[in-house]
């Protein structure tokens, strides 16, 4: 068990770790070097060998506040001696990377809890590469003779397989299977760890898959592809923030930090060598997963696809409303908490409690438009099993995350929020034709018999989906949600 957002000793058994960073958020355990802010804290070793070599493929602030602060740490305690490299996995992160890479790979992480917020500085990357202009110079490290890690966040949609060049691919999965076949052919001897972080039901065997795929697709042998190489589950939690326009790498966040890491091998263990008390090696991430990626995550979709169309701008504000926030807990506590087994119910209980308190965080602003990010594959991935749990143990689909495809399905064919700009523009434009004109029945059965329709096909499910988009469109958003608590929509 971890903190809680106030940095508090969670009520069933803290690790351990999460006193001690408890202690350094209230200023009571920073060292001189950590305290000074014109310091830098995880600076790189020099150009000394190394025995390892760790790829960070994602540039994001996600990331850079968890396995950037984790390194940096490992490294102050002179337990991380391997070489940590940055790169983008998209096109899109060149602009970033070039300017974190001007700025010394230097960047503000902002840790805050209920009595005040520690702020210090780390630079924790020994190079930052652009996979896109320089290719080759990427290639050159991860084709080193040394044992190489590869710690992936690239978003949920980030994994899916796309045909793609070998000679300039576009997305992860494919410039991944590059990678590797790069190795291969130099004659790399060390071991090969991919550990994708992305919130994606049995990541690992999502991305191996359409690595495999990519293989076959260019004529390559993927026996041969995958030989020395492992693929690690993963489930990772810590909300991550951007609050300051000022300072586009800042990273402002929580003192909660919890990673499960599922089926890796030893060495990967013993190289990282990353707090142990924040850091957990299992061989079974699901329960772990399943309860964050429903309970969190499938909550903090809910707010968006909701709180959006009510003019709500923040995670706490959303909270604090007294109709919206009434309806997101009974949604959490009621069909999250119920899509669970009973004996997994009392775990899934508390984790509901202590996430509703991190929501409340007053120092974490984080915003609805940010979380609508990506929306239709974070419907996919955290309201599908929300949704089949409920009915399995249930016998009925969940009111409320029905409602909540019902507004995500309003959200992205109306006028609230252009996702258009942050989704899929081709299916959230597909969605905006199939409703101009049609009924409400028909718009949603069109969708619903669409490739990219997120949720389970059921004729009851969509009989709800369109009651409750009938009851948003006809009462208004407030209103209805309000019925469905009340019991009388």
Not at 291 to 320: D, F, I, P, S
Not at 371 to 387: C, E, G, H, Y
Not at 445 to 462: F, G, I, K, T
Request: aromatic share 6%; hydrophobic share 40%.
């Amino acid at each position: 068990m971890t903190v809680d957002w106030r940095g508090r000793p969670a009520k069933s058994g803290e690790c351990p770790g999460h006193r001690e960073l408890r202690a350094e958020v209230n200023g009571s355990k920073m060292g001189e070097r950590e305290a000074s802010a014109g310091m830098a804290c995880g600076a790189p070793p020099g150009n000394s060998p190394s025995e390892l070599t760790v790829l960070q493929v994602g540039e994001g602030r996600f990331l850079r506040a968890f396995l950037g602060v984790l390194a940096a740490q490992a490294r102050d305690r002179g337990e991380f001696r391997g070489r940590l490299i940055l790169t983008a996995p998209r096109a899109n992160g060149s602009e970033r990377l070039a300017a974190l890479r001007a700025a010394g790979g230097r960047y503000r992480l902002v840790v805050r809890g209920e009595q005040g917020e520690q702020t210090r500085f780390i630079a924790p990357y020994d190079r930052i590469i652009d996979s896109v202009s320089e290719s080759e110079d990427l290639l050159g490290e991860i084709t080193l003779p040394s044992p190489l890690i590869i710690v992936s966040n690239t978003t949920e949609a980030g994994l899916d397989y796309r045909p793609d060049d070998p000679k300039r691919p576009v997305t992860y999965p494919a410039r991944l299977a590059v990678w590797l076949q790069a190795r291969r052919d130099a004659g790399a001897a060390g071991p090969v760890c991919v550990i994708p972080c992305e919130l994606v039901a049995e990541n690992a065997r999502v991305l191996q898959e359409a690595a495999v795929r990519h293989a076959v697709d260019w004529g390559l042998d993927p026996i041969r592809l995958l030989q020395g190489v492992s693929f690690a589950e993963t489930l990772v939690d810590r909300i991550v923030t951007s609050e300051d326009a000022t300072d586009p790498f800042a990273c402002f966040t929580e003192p909660y930090m919890a990673w499960y890491i599922g089926g890796a091998p030893d060495w990967a263990r013993r190289g990282l060598s990353l707090d142990p008390r924040f850091v957990h090696w299992v061989d079974d991430v699901t329960p772990a997963r399943d309860r964050k990626v429903r309970l969190l995550n499938g909550t903090h979709t809910l707010m968006a696809a909701v709180g959006l169309q009510m003019g709500g701008k923040g995670v706490r504000e959303a909270l604090q409303h007294p109709v919206l926030g009434a309806f997101l807990r009974s949604a959490l506590h009621e069909e999250g908490v119920g899509s669970f087994p009973p004996p997994a119910r009392p775990a899934a209980a508390a984790f509901a409690a202590e996430t509703l308190e991190r929501f409340q965080n007053p120092g974490i602003r984080d915003t609805l438009e940010r979380l609508a990010l990506q929306m239709s594959a974070k419907v996919r991935a955290r309201w599908t099993p929300i949704l089949e749990g409920y009915r399995r143990e249930q016998g009925r689909w969940p009111e409320r995350f029905a409602l909540g495809v019902a507004a995500y399905l309003r959200l992205a064919a109306g006028e609230f929020v252009d996702l258009s700009a942050i989704d899929d523009p081709e299916w959230v434009g597909r969605l905006r034709s199939l409703r101009h004109g049609a009924s409400t029945a028909e718009f949603v059965r069109a969708a619903a018999a669409a490739p990219s329709w997120p949720v389970p096909v059921d004729e009851a499910l969509l009989g709800l989906v369109v009651r409750h988009l009938d009851g948003l469109d006809c009462s208004g958003v407030s209103a209805h949600i309000q019925a469905v608590v009340r019991g009388g929509a």
